[in-house]
């Protein structure tokens, strides 16, 4: 029997549905996702992890972006309805690599990740 391969995408949604898709993104692109329901579990994941890239939905309550700014040199993709005009702007205030809509990141996650960005 194979061990599983080591996730190297976190994805922070609570959203079921969509997270599924970005998985489906994640996976296609070659990437090894762990879906994460807060920020409590992604830290940990950080801690034990070679992770390279953080999807991260600005909708999730508590995330502090900021703090995963700190905790990880992994690329931080953040996401939100585009028109929550402040929270995208404090995405990008916060250090996060690649902020997008909802939209964007649905259309564009599986070629944000092959190219490597």
């Given at each position: ?65 900021a703090a995963l700014r700190n ?24 250090g996060c690599d ?20």
């Amino acid at each position: 029997m194979s061990e599983k391969p080591a996730p190297d995408t976190l994805i922070l949604c609570n959203d079921l549905m969509f997270s599924s898709q970005l998985n489906g993104a994640a996976q296609r692109a070659g990437c090894v996702p762990r879906t994460c329901l807060g920020q409590t579990s992604a830290m940990k994941e950080l801690g034990s992890q070679q992770i390279r890239w953080v999807v991260v939905d600005l909708e999730l309550s508590g995330v502090d972006l900021a703090a995963l700014r700190n905790a990880t040199s992994a690329k931080i993709v953040a996401f939100g309805p585009h028109v929550q005009t402040d929270r995208l702007a404090a995405a990008r205030s916060a250090g996060c690599d690649f902020v997008l809509s909802r939209g964007e990141i649905n259309r564009g996650l599986e070629t944000l990740l092959v190219s490597g960005a």
